[in-house]
Each structure stands twice: as C-alpha cells, then as structure tokens.
C-alpha cells in the first residue's frame, strides 16, 4: 500500500496493516486518562476493556499513578518499558497531545484518539488540530480518530470505547467502519440483537490518519469478513475508497454505505450542463453501483441489508415464495418485492399439494401463501410450510412472516426449516416482544428477522444486488 | 504540437472557456468526428465562437439553414458585433436520429467522472444520464449506452431507426481517457449535443466547450 508523502520516518512508522494487526489483536494497552471518577471518558474505557473481558495487560496512565480498577497505574507513558500495542487516548485535548508526542518516542503501533478538540471544533480546535498534523507528520504509529468513540473486536474481547451501545456482540462475518461514532453504536447494537456477528467495528472520527478507504481495504480483505458496513460523511479519498471497494466486490465481498451529508464545495457554481448533471449525490450513487457498492438510504435500512447479507446465502434469481399467518401481511410483502423488482411466481404443484394439508379451504397456498390463524394449532406447522416453499425448484428466495407466537417450538421448526435449504430466507416477526417464546434459536444461526414486510424488502433488496439482477 | 501542450497554451494564456471552434479542433485531433467545415454547397450552419459566450444562442450567434454564401455572410455579421471572436460555419447534422450529451468533470470526491445521457433539450431530464468513473474503457462505455431510460431512445423507440451506438461508446471512452489524463489542466469538457446517425454511419459533435482549471498560481491566489 502507498504510504503519505509525508511519512519522513518510513523505517519506523507502521504500514497500516501492520498498526491494525496490532491494534485488533493487542498485547498491551495503554489507557491514557485512566481514571476512578464515574462519568471520566478514561474511567468508562478502562471498565468496558475489563468487563468484556479483554485478557491482555492494561496499563492505566493517570499523572497520580496507584492503582485504578484493580489496575497498577504509571504516570506517564515514559514510564512503559517495552513495546505498547495500542495506546488510547481519552483525556482532554491538551493532555492528549502532548500524550501523542510522547508515543513519538516510545515503541507504539497504534493509538486511538477518543479526545475531541480538534478540526471538527472550527476555529476554536485550529490550533490543536494543526498541532495535531505537526505531529502525525513524523509519527512511527498510526492513529485512528481522533473524535471517534474506539474501536471494537469481539473475537479478541477487546472494547476500546466509552460507549457501552458495543457490549455483549458476539463475533462473525460483519465489519463496520464510521465516521460517527453514535451511528455505530446504533448499528452495532441493531445488528447484536438480530445476532448479526461482528469482526470488528472502527468508529473513525476525524480521519487525520487512518482512513475510511484504509480501513476497508484492512477489514475487508480480512478473511473472516463478509460484509463491510460504512457510515461516511466525507470521503477524503474517495477514488481510493471506491477503488478498494470495487476489488472487495469483484472478490465476492459485500460492502454496504450509507453517505450522509453533503459534500462542502457542492454548491460551487458550474458552467455546463454535465456540472449541474452531476450533482454530488447522484455522482456517489453512479459510482457506488459502479463498483457494487450497495448504498443504504440510512442506517437502519443498511443495518436490514447487512442482516440479510450476513447470513451468507447468495439467491440464484430473483423469484421469492412467500408464506403468511395473516393474509394482510403477505400481500404487503409481495408488493414491496414487486416493486423492487422480485417475481412472486406462483408455487409448483407438489408444493401447493404439500402445503395444502395444512391450510384450510378459505386460505391460498398458490403464492404468497395464506396459511391462515389456523396454522398456530399446531406449532410446527409454519417450519414445515417454510421449508416445504424453499425447497420449491421455482422459489429462490423463501420469507416467512409470522406474528405472535405461542411457543418454542414453534421458533424451532423455523430454525429448522433454515438449515434444511441452502437458499436465502427472511422472516418477518411483527411480534417478537408480545410472544412466548425466544428468538435465540434464529440469532444463532445469524437467520435475518425483520419486524415488518418494509425493513425485509430492504433486505432483499441487497439480496438482489448480489444476483445483479434487479437495478 | 500534442493536445496536452494545446491545452497549456491556452492555459498559460489566461483562458478560462475554450470556444467551440478551438474546443472542436482538439477533439478532432483525439479521433473525434465533427461536423464538415465550409462546406461549398449543402445547408449550413454559422456561429461566432467566443469565450466570453459559451451559451452563443443566447446571444444570436447561431444561425441554422444557410446556403453556403449566406452563411459566410452571417458570420461576417455577427463578427462585427462581437470583437475577438472566431466565425465558425460547418455543414448541417441533418441526418441523427438522436441527440446525446457526454461530459466529463472532476468530482469533489470521485475525481474524475463521465456522464452520458439524451442531450439538446432532453438534458433536463437528469436522471436518465449514465454517470461512470473516468477514464471508462470501452466495456463500461458499452453498458453506459445499454442502460437507462437512454438506451431505449438509442434502441429506436416505435419503429425508429436504431442509432449507431458503437461509435457512442467509443466517443464516450476516448473523451474520458482524455479527461482523465488531462483532468489537472481541464476542469470540465462537454459535448452538446452529438448528433448520432443510424447504426452503422457513425456520429459528429455539433457543440463542445472545454473549461480549463484555473493554472498553479491562481489555484494558489484562491486559497
């Protein structure tokens, strides 16, 4: 990878996958503004590193030293003998930077600037931020942020954050970069409680160093992603990002964007057509569908397409089956996959025959399937109904929408319905909160659920963007 | 001289808009067809280009359906009442069956960009304009001209004749290639409209107008 050309120091500073293996798999963290007093940045990092269990050596820094969380503190990173992996900054700015000016001189891959202070406060950050750039001119270590809220990596138990929206992920396919550290959080905590599994998440603040398009080109060539999730507001190098996503997706990675905001110069005055044509957000559209970047509207319509991405079924087509406990719901599913250009052909004979020993006469089992109230008599019925739909050679894409359910098993035979096909399936659960039973059994399986027939087309939307064949 | 010195020149001269005339000569020089120029018989077109008025109808300075010795005369005229600029007078596109825009800029984030779509007074419908990084090789070019609600006009929509859509594509990636090595000393190119024959009889750019970056040390005055 091409280094700045303002890297002085290239023997020393790290190249970026070298300070991002460090940074993800850390042996030794340094938490600088460590404190014991509630409501301190440094005190949150320090308890979530601990209470998520991260099983490396944390060195609290705190200029009066004793013992922090349970931890020996030094004062100073001068204190640190040895290599420090990663060093967290979460001090106010002043202290921050003089703090990065010592990590000049020590042996540190990475830091992580969780301080604010800088560009992003205008007039009143100018002078730290230009303090800032002096110093990450000749740096021999990357940073990530500053003005981020950490960086998180489940496999490694490691939460390096003041927010607690990243507790309890469990690790999969799902790597997650953003330039907001609140939207992140958003997702990250929507994709947890689908059960969505995550590699990493790098909330990626300011981007004085370490960029977007850095980031992605790290986690989505790491072998254990499937999916990244960008949230940008300014791509500063923006052909590189596109470059690097272009190369993912040609890999059969997914990368799914959400680009918020404008950009600055977008209302510069232009002289032809083609200027006033290509006006910024069209522009970021074209290249996003260029490259096979799937571009979400807003975060949680891209948190409904990572779902579906996640689970890592690719359709053959674009046909979709679609059963229902509820007539009213499956006729909403179907026109939302309609008019995102899905077939909802009608089902084969056998598989009509099949369902028909469970739906009565005054429900329909051509497609979508009514399967009537009178399928919760019998809690397995809808599992054997959905798997009966998926394993229809003329259905690519099966969806099961229920409401409440009455009990376990009922969620058991759905588990199962999934692991009896290879073909994608979505479930609309309008009822999760009002039901008697767990949804634990799809979570492990990382089956999408959706809440309503609008949140899954989002879904299948992205399904679609795989096949290539709905614009 | 090679198009990128021509470009410097005009550059190093204070040059901000290149006028139609000189902008055609260096699109003709990159394999680009353009209309016939002064013609002996056939019906003309004259125009006075200049790079104070890129928007010439605005000011009259098109006139369409001439007999050859009526458009020097228009020329004539029109250079009198507009000092400094260059008559142009070329042989009328009669024989298109569609009208297409292709401009290139450099994105604020992308960089370097090519937008394709229906041109003349179709340009206001912006959405069926095909926009692809730049430079576009020809397979992309290909796809710019198949998608779209564009494509169905190139197609020949009710028994229309189809347009020839391989010369389309090829203007598209050589412009962007163009662009593209070029994109520090132009900051917009645009031809608008070509005139696309049927399939077969190839095309020629009836307007362009190339708007050159401000040099180094203005960009630095900017700042």
Redesign the interface.
């Known amino acids: 990878m091409a280094e700045p050309e303002t890297n002085r120091m290239a023997t020393r500073r790290p190249s970026v996958a070298q300070a991002l293996d460090g940074l993800f798999d850390p042996r030794t963290i340094a938490v600088v503004g460590a404190s014991r007093t509630k409501g301190k940045l440094g005190q949150a990092v320090l308890a979530l590193l601990k209470s998520n269990g991260y099983r490396g050596k944390i060195i609290p820094v705190n200029p009066s030293g004793g013992e922090i969380e349970g931890l020996a503190a030094v004062r100073s990173l001068d204190e640190i003998d040895g290599p420090i992996d990663v060093v967290v900054l979460a001090t106010p700015v002043g202290v921050a930077l003089d703090a990065l000016e010592s990590c000049a001189r020590l042996d540190v891959k990475a830091v992580v600037g969780v301080t604010s202070g800088f560009s992003e406060a205008g007039e009143d950050g100018r002078s730290n931020e230009m303090r800032l750039r002096r110093i990450m001119q000749d740096a021999p270590f990357r940073l990530v942020g500053p003005n981020c809220e950490g960086v998180v990596r489940p496999a490694t138990d490691l939460q390096l954050t003041f927010s607690p929206m990243f507790n309890g992920l469990r690790p999969g396919p799902v790597a997650m970069i953003s330039q907001s550290g609140a939207l992140a959080g958003l997702m990250a905590l929507r994709l947890g409680e689908r059960g969505v599994g995550i590699n990493a998440i790098v909330s990626s603040g300011n981007e004085t160093d370490l960029t977007a398009a850095d980031l992605l080109e790290y986690l989505g060539n790491d072998p254990e992603t499937r999916v990244v999730l960008c949230y940008v507001e ?2 500063r190098d ?2 590189r990002f ?1 470059e690097v996503a272009r190369r993912l997706t040609q890999d059969g990675k997914h990368v799914v964007a959400v680009k918020g905001g404008r ?1 600055r ?2 209302s510069r005055a ?9 006006g ?1 957000d ?3 559209s ?2 996003f569908r ?2 096979g970047v799937i571009r979400a509207r807003e975060s949680v319509a891209a948190v409904d397409a990572v779902t579906a991405l996640a689970a890592g079924r690719r359709p053959a087509g674009n046909r979709v089956g679609i059963i229902s406990v509820t007539g009213g719901l499956g006729v909403e599913m179907t026109d939302l996959a309609e008019s995102a250009g899905f077939e909802v052909p009608v089902l084969d004979e056998a598989t009509q025959t099949a369902l028909s020993h469970y739906v009565p006469f005054y429900g329909s089992v051509s497609n979508p399937v009514d399967l009537t109230g009178v399928v919760l008599a019998n809690p397995t019925y809808v599992g054997r109904c959905l798997k009966a739909v998926a394993a229809d050679p003329g259905v690519d894409i099966a969806i099961a929408i229920i409401t409440f359910v009455p009990d376990q098993q009922f969620i058991e035979a759905l588990a199962e319905a999934f692991d009896s096909t290879g073909k994608p399936i979505l479930i609309v659960w309008t009822g999760a909160a009002r039901s008697n039973a767990s949804g634990e059994a799809l979570r492990e399986r990382a089956v999408p659920v959706y809440d309503s027939p609008a949140r899954a087309a989002s879904g299948l939307a992205a399904l679609a963007a795989m096949t290539g064949e709905v614009a | 001289m090679t198009p990128r010195e021509t470009l410097e020149n005009w550059q190093r001269a204070g040059r901000k808009v290149v006028h139609e005339a000189d902008a055609k000569d260096l699109l003709q020089r990159i394999g680009i067809p353009v209309p016939k120029r002064d013609p002996t018989e056939g019906r003309c077109v004259a125009k006075l280009c200049h790079d104070d008025y890129p928007h010439k109808s605005d000011h009259g300075l098109v006139r369409l359906g001439l007999a050859p010795e009526e458009a020097q005369q228009a020329a004539a005229e029109m250079a009198q009442r507009f000092a400094g600029g260059t008559p142009l007078i070329e042989e009328m596109e009669e024989g298109s069956v569609a009208e297409w825009i292709i401009g290139c800029k450099r994105d604020d984030t992308f960089g370097p960009i090519v937008l394709a779509g229906p041109g003349g007074i179709l340009v206001e419908l912006i959405d069926a304009a095909e926009i692809r990084l730049a430079p576009a090789g020809p397979q992309t070019a290909e796809t710019m001209v198949d998608s779209g609600p564009g494509a169905r006009l190139l197609a020949g929509l009710r028994g229309a004749e189809p347009a020839d859509k391989g010369a389309l594509a090829d203007l598209i990636s050589r412009i962007s290639v163009f662009f593209a090595e070029n994109a520090d000393l132009i900051s917009e190119i645009e031809i608008n409209p070509v005139m696309v024959r049927a399939d077969g009889k190839g095309l020629a750019a009836a307007d362009a107008l190339i708007v050159l970056s401000p040099n180094a040390d203005e960009q630095e005055s900017l700042t």
């Open positions: 300014e791509l923006g052909r596109a950009s110069a977008g232009v002289q032809s057509h083609t200027g006033a044509m290509a910024d069209r522009v970021i074209a290249v260029e490259t």
